[in-house]
């Protein structure tokens, strides 16, 4: 994969963003945790919500600690027989979507990607999907536009 492309810098900012988000849900949960113990005299509770917090606590460190090496690996190729995407930094995984395979291609985008300016490429075979997270508008466009025309191409060569 030496021509694929990378995600842009700005999707870094939306890993943040969901680390913290992770983070505040799992907060949100240690605080509930520690009043009902505290009310309910269950000091068990108040014990599990302390390692819920820490367990919160240590998994924001290692998510943002991580960040760039999740930004090296994760990669992209469009060839003209499948859509290539390689991910991981500690389980390496190199997933070939073959385009004869490829039956829809979706451009959504949330609002914490919605906030970078940022869209999510979601390509659909038969038995699953795959999502291509991050990308600029015009590019996901683009890419829609590219996969869905090899996709035709080949349905009209089978013919």
């Not at 943040?16 to 009310?39: H, M, W």
């Not at 943002?64 to 500690?90: C, E, H, M, N, W």
């Not at 600029?136 to 466009?141: G, L, M, S």
């Amino acid at each position: 994969m030496d021509q694929a492309s990378h995600l842009p810098n700005k999707i870094k900012t939306v890993w943040k963003v969901s680390a913290f988000l992770t983070f505040i849900v799992t907060a949100g949960i240690f605080i509930a945790a520690f009043f009902i113990g505290s009310y309910s005299n269950w000091n068990w509770l108040i014990y599990a919500s302390y390692a819920v917090l820490a367990l919160g606590v240590v998994m924001l460190i290692v998510r943002l600690a991580l960040i760039p090496y999740r930004y090296t690996f994760f990669k992209y190729l469009l060839t003209d027989d499948a859509v290539q995407i390689q991910s991981g930094f500690i389980f390496r995984k190199l997933i070939s979507v073959p385009i004869a395979r490829v039956q829809d291609v979706k451009i959504s985008q949330g609002p914490v990607l919605r906030s970078q300016k940022l869209q999510s490429v979601n390509i659909t075979t038969a038995s699953t999907d795959h999502d291509i997270d991050g990308l600029e508008p015009d590019t996901a466009e683009q890419l829609r536009i590219q996969i869905m025309q090899r996709a035709m191409k080949e349905v009209e060569n089978d013919l």
